[in-house]
C-alpha cells in the first residue's frame, strides 16, 4: 500500500512538470507568433494568437488543481517546494502568454498606420524574452540553478535594449509628430516584452527555491531606466 502510494505521488508530481513544461513551451510559442504577426502585419493571425491565450489559461487551472491533490497527500519540504514553485511559475507563465496576447492585440492597431522602421528593434527585444523564457524552462526542468541564474543575469540584456527602443521612440515622435500614435502602439508592445523577461527572471528565482531552499539568492543587475529616461 506504501509503496502504491509513494508511485501514485511520484505519477502525480511528474505530471505536474509535464504540464508546466508545456504551459512554458506554449507561452514561448504564442510570443514567436505574436512577433511574426508583427513583421508580416496580419490582422488575422493576430487574433489567433489572442483566441490561443485560452489555452495557456486553462492549462493554469489544471495544473492548480493538480497541486492541490498533490498537497492534499501531506508532502514533505521537498514536496512542499515543489508545489509552491509550480504554482509560482505556472502563475508567472500566464503572465506571459497574456503579454504575448497584448503584442498581437497591439499588432491590429499598429497596421492602421505605415510600416515603422522600429519594428526590428522589437523583434530584438522579442528574440532574447522568448530565449529567456525557452532556457528557464529548461532550468526548471533540469532542476539546474547554474542555467536558472544566467537567465536571471541575462535579463539586464533584454532591459537595456529596451530602454534604448524607448529612447529612440521617444525621439522619433519628437521628429514627428504623425508617428507618436503608432510609437505608443510600439512603445506599450516593448513594455510587455521587457516584463516577460522580468516573469522568466521571476521563474528563474523559483527554480534557486526549488533547489536550494531559502538560501539567499545573489544579486543581480538592472538596465531598465526608461523611468528616468532623458533626451
Known amino acids: 500500500?506504501?509503496?502504491?502510494?509513494l508511485k501514485t505521488l511520484d505519477a502525480e508530481r511528474q505530471r505536474l512538470l509535464a504540464e508546466t513544461l508545456r504551459m512554458g513551451e506554449m507561452s514561448a510559442s504564442q510570443l514567436e507568433a505574436a512577433l511574426d504577426v508583427v513583421q508580416r502585419r496580419d490582422d488575422k493571425a493576430a487574433a489567433r494568437v489572442i483566441a490561443n491565450d485560452e489555452a495557456i489559461d486553462a492549462l493554469e487551472h489544471e495544473i492548480s488543481h493538480d497541486v492541490m491533490k498533490l498537497a492534499l497527500?501531506?508532502?514533505?519540504?521537498?514536496?512542499?517546494?515543489?508545489?509552491?514553485?509550480?504554482?509560482?511559475?505556472?502563475?508567472?507563465i500566464e503572465r506571459i502568454g497574456d503579454y504575448a496576447a497584448n503584442v498581437a492585440k497591439r499588432s491590429m492597431a499598429l497596421n492602421a498606420s505605415p510600416p515603422l522602421p522600429h519594428v526590428a528593434g522589437l523583434q530584438l527585444i522579442g528574440r532574447l524574452a522568448v530565449q529567456q523564457v525557452r532556457d528557464v524552462m529548461a532550468a526548471y526542468r533540469d532542476n539546474d540553478v547554474e542555467t536558472a541564474q544566467r537567465v536571471r543575469a541575462a535579463d539586464v540584456e533584454l532591459d537595456a535594449a529596451y530602454t534604448g527602443?524607448?529612447?529612440?521612440?521617444?525621439?522619433?515622435?519628437?521628429?514627428?509628430?504623425?508617428?507618436?500614435t503608432p510609437c505608443t502602439h510600439l512603445l506599450f508592445m516593448a513594455k510587455n516584452i521587457e516584463r516577460i523577461g522580468d516573469h522568466a527572471t521571476n521563474i528563474?528565482?523559483?527554480?534557486?527555491?526549488?533547489?536550494?531552499?531559502d538560501d539567499l539568492l545573489p544579486p543581480r543587475e538592472k538596465a531598465d531606466d526608461s523611468n528616468t529616461a532623458t533626451l
Open 1 to 5: 500500500m506504501h509503496d502504491h502510494i
Open 73 to 92: 497527500r501531506g508532502p514533505m519540504a521537498r514536496d512542499l517546494r515543489e508545489i509552491l514553485a509550480a504554482i509560482r511559475i505556472a502563475a508567472d
Open 165 to 180: 527602443l524607448f529612447r529612440e521612440l521617444l525621439t522619433y515622435m519628437m521628429e514627428d509628430a504623425r508617428s507618436i
Open 204 to 213: 528563474a528565482e523559483n527554480v534557486w527555491f526549488l533547489v536550494r531552499g
